[in-house]
Structure formats: C-alpha cells, structure tokens
C-alpha cells in the first residue's frame, strides 16, 4: 500500500470484469471477460479469444492448448492453413465488415 491505497489485484485470465478493470498482463476486458483478445484457429478458421457476446469476430476463450496469434492473417499462416491461407484470413475476417482496424480498436477501447 501507498498512502493508504492498496493496489487493485490484477484479475486472471478468463476472469470476470467491468470495463476499466485491470487484467493480467497482456489481458483486457472484452464482454465482461479477462481475455487475449488473440486470435486462435477452430480448424476450419481463426477467431478471437474472447466471449462470443463481446464482438462478432470473438469466438469463446480461447483453451490453454490453443496457440494464439497477434493477428487473423497470423494465425491463417499457420501450417494446417497452407492451401487455403486467403481462404481462411477471409473467412476469418468476415467478422470485421472489411473493417481490420475495427478490430484493433476494440481491444484498444477497453
């Protein structure tokens, strides 16, 4: 504590909160999550790691097993996507309305 405050526990992941409450690093708030906001693959294509509620382009939590990827193009260039690369970031990126930066924003807000 610092002049009687004490700091806000962080809250872990897949935990719950309020818009302006602080995640476990790297984390933000999405849907009244703790999430990534990654993106992770459901093997036909990628989605978001966050409630499917917060935004059309999230797809759940993401499971501890998944690998997560800073971007949909990322996670399409892995190797089960090679064939099928443009396929799956369009896919992917359905969600967005065309809109890529959209997304960046949303993580951005909250």
């Known amino acids: 504590c610092v002049n009687g405050r004490c700091a806000t526990p ?3 992941n897949n ?6 409450h602080p995640c476990d690093a790297g984390q ?3 849907g009244g ?6 993106w992770y693959t459901n093997w036909q294509y990628c989605i978001m790691d966050c409630p499917k509620s917060a935004d059309p382009c999230c797809g759940g939590l993401a499971n501890p097993w998944n690998d997560l990827y800073s971007s949909a ?3 399409c ?3 089960a996507f090679n064939n099928i690369h443009e396929g799956c970031t369009s896919r992917s990126l359905q969600c967005t309305g065309g809109d890529v930066d ?8 909250d």
């Open 28 to 30: 933000v708030c999405l």
């Open 15 to 20: 935990g719950a909160c309020d818009k302006g």
């Open 77 to 79: 260039g892995q190797p």
């Open 102 to 109: 959209g997304q960046k924003n949303l993580i951005e807000a």
């Open 73 to 75: 193009e990322a996670c």
């Open 33 to 38: 999550m703790c999430s990534t906001g990654k």
């Open 10 to 12: 962080l809250i872990p």
